[in-house]
């Protein structure tokens, strides 16, 4: 039986087929500015030098030094990176060597390189993000509540400074090929900002909630003899009221719960190693649990 629809087939299929170039062909593409100015550092190394030396007026010494530190401070981290070797010592370089430059060419407040240089600190941000690690799940490949809010907080902010540097194709002149470039122009920015295109994440989600394949209303078992276990902690989260007389105790309480669902299990290596998924409570199946006073002040539970 067939449980997805063609086109979402074939776009498994496609990030299948390219799961393992992507991503390399990415980190080529946030860190290439730095292996261009790398390289223009060693074909242009006298001239490079002499500005150092005619701006700052210092020897011939610390205008070699200059041109030195800014080749191998960019080759060589950007090597760290797309082999992924100590990729956060790496971003850390290339971040000093973005400051080093803005201070050595005297430019920091020229519009054109402070767009530049925050596009490269939000694709760096992207790198440091895609280098951390997931926080890790009791059951590997079963949706797991986790905060992971710094990490996409991070990436959020990466990728918008990311598409501030094509800002500068803004024209505000009011013929028709410049409306309509802008138009198109600000959709791709919105679009790379927010994560709407190529979301694992979130094609992942649509095909495990698939209708024809999951139904919340029934019970995760493969069939209907098999129990379904369910753990829970009950913890005090806060204390609104306490009523001496009438002996009544108002709280704020939370109740995690685990429990496995067959139906909602994927291999991590088929989806870029996504282990994680954050799923609103009401598009899953919820066991019913009863809380129940009983003697010794103890609570039961019935589910």
Not at 60 to 83: E, K, S, Y
Not at 166 to 177: A, D, P, Q
Not at 236 to 257: F, G, P
Not at 274 to 293: A, E, F, G, R, T
Request: glycine share 4%.
């Amino acid at each position: 039986m067939n449980f997805v629809t063609p086109k979402k087939r074939q776009e498994w299929l496609f990030l299948q087929r390219t799961k393992y170039i992507l991503p390399h062909l990415a980190r080529l593409c946030l860190i290439s500015t730095f292996i261009e100015d790398g390289m223009r550092m060693w074909m242009q190394w006298g001239q490079q030098r002499d500005y150092i030396k005619n701006t700052w007026h210092v020897g011939w010494f610390l205008g070699t030094l200059f041109v030195i530190i800014n080749m191998f401070g960019q080759l060589i981290p950007c090597g760290m990176i797309l082999i992924r070797k100590k990729t956060d010592i790496a971003c850390g370089i290339l971040f000093f060597i973005i400051a080093f430059q803005a201070m050595a060419y005297q430019v920091i407040w020229e519009l054109r390189f402070l767009l530049r240089s925050l596009s490269l600190v939000g694709g760096l941000m992207l790198l440091m993000v895609e280098n951390r690690k997931e926080a890790r799940s009791l059951f590997a490949g079963v949706p797991t509540i986790h905060n992971n809010a710094p990490k996409n907080y991070m990436q959020l902010a990466g990728r918008i400074l990311l598409v501030i540097m094509f800002l500068t194709i803004v024209r505000f002149e009011f013929t028709f090929f410049s409306i309509i470039k802008n138009i198109i122009g600000g959709i791709c920015i919105l679009c790379v900002a927010i994560g709407i295109i190529c979301d694992i994440e979130m094609n992942l989600t649509r095909t495990l909630l698939n209708a024809d394949v999951y139904d919340k209303s029934i019970r995760p078992a493969l069939n209907h003899r098999d129990v379904t276990n369910v753990s829970f902690d009950l913890s005090l989260a806060q204390l609104i009221d306490v009523d001496e007389k009438n002996q009544i105790i108002t709280t704020n309480q939370w109740i995690t719960m685990i429990w496995r669902d067959p139906k909602l299990r994927w291999n991590p290596l088929d989806w870029d190693n996504v282990s994680l998924l954050h799923i609103k409570y009401d598009k899953v199946w919820l066991p019913d649990i009863v809380l129940y006073n009983v003697s010794e002040e103890k609570i039961k539970t019935l589910y």
